[in-house]
């Protein structure tokens, strides 16, 4: 994996995978600008988010307030 720090990388060498959960296009589109290092996926919204996490991730990103099923359900 040419060009990654550790800190991107996890114990068996695989990038970090990061879930960003967020209804705003805009503000889900920054964080995953910010976190381009990391292999990131975007749920926009709380049902989205649940259908995700069939897969593993090392991180989410969580947006508490959100319409339908919000962060704290």
Known sequence: ???ESPEQT???GEQIRVLIV???ADLADMYDA???EY???IAYGGEEALDSLSEEYDVILLDRRMPV???NE
């Open 39 to 41: 292999d990131t996926d």
């Open 34 to 36: 910010y976190l381009s």
């Open 10 to 12: 996890r114990r068996d």
């Open 22 to 24: 967020e209804d705003e």
């Open 1 to 3: 994996m040419t060009g």
């Open 69 to 71: 099923v919000s962060g």
